[in-house]
């Protein structure tokens, strides 16, 4: 409830009013278009009371739709959250409903991964995940030919990936790494997630594996909360389990950065 108060927040609605005349000769391609008016005036109005529309929104049903919880559940959280809060339903009724289910879905994720534990299978992914359904990439982003990741081009979606390959690529302590397809996941309670990478590292003689999430743009801006910090708890879980496996050898975490993923490694 108290993630409700301080977090639900609900816009007034607003709408925009455009005044314009009808063009004096019109062709078929401008009726089409929606081109046959010259827009004059352009204002927007915010309605700060209830917009008193006739549409019947059924609170309880569409939270336990959104939520999977019960009625009774969605009931008792929705009666204990202020007033005011409350009271913003009548303000934005869909957007209330969105962002009170998001918030109630999120503290459900963290109670969850609370108490998570993951169980290893025999169950293995076939390396053909590498190639399967890859045909809608934009092959335009694939860079220089490599030398250290598993296949000879790889395509990235920012300059800051981009950078990360040039720097992981001509790295002395890198042995080998592969960017990892949408294919490869951990399931979690609030749905698969996708480590970015994984790169063997050199240390003497023994190679160690590291799974590193999160190099698409600076830790600052990801805002890691919610559902995706809870995905990466899950992550962090099911790799603990995975390093007793292998004796310390493989580990995850999430670096925005070369420097930042040496830090970890060498810290």
Not at 46 to 72: H, N, P, W
Not at 158 to 176: G, H, I, P, Q
Request: charged letters at 25%.
């Amino acid at each position: 409830m108290g993630s409700l108060d301080t977090h639900l927040n609900v816009a007034a609605m607003q709408y925009v009013i455009q005044a314009g005349q009808q063009r004096e000769s019109l062709d078929a391609d401008d009726l089409a278009s929606g081109a046959g008016f010259d827009v004059s005036t352009t204002s927007t109005q915010t309605e700060t009371v209830s917009a008193g529309s006739q549409v019947q929104y059924d609170l309880l049903g569409e939270i336990t739709e959104k939520t999977q919880l019960t009625r009774r559940t969605a009931a008792a959280i929705l009666g204990r959250i202020n007033p005011n809060t409350f009271a913003k339903f009548r303000l934005n009724p869909e957007q209330f409903i969105t962002e009170a289910a998001r918030l109630i879905n999120e503290q459900k994720a963290t109670v969850i991964v609370e108490h998570l534990a993951y169980d290893a299978l025999e169950d293995r992914f076939d390396t053909a995940i590498f190639t399967e359904n890859q045909s809608a990439q934009d092959f335009a982003k694939v860079g220089e030919k490599l030398k250290k990741h598993v296949y000879d081009y790889v395509v990235t979606d920012s300059k800051v990936e981009r950078d990360f390959v040039t720097e992981l690529d001509t790295s002395t302590e890198v042995a080998v790494y592969a960017k990892l397809p949408r294919g490869f996941f951990i399931p979690t309670p609030v749905g698969n997630y996708n480590p970015d990478w994984a790169i063997a590292f050199t240390e003497g003689s023994v190679k160690h594996v590291y799974f590193v999430a999160e190099t698409k743009g600076s830790l600052s801006t990801l805002q890691l909360k919610g559902v995706e910090d809870a995905k990466i708890e899950c992550a962090r879980k099911f790799f603990a389990d995975v390093n007793k496996k292998f004796e310390g050898q493989v580990k995850y975490d999430v670096a925005d950065s070369y420097s930042k993923l040496m830090e970890l490694v060498t810290g």
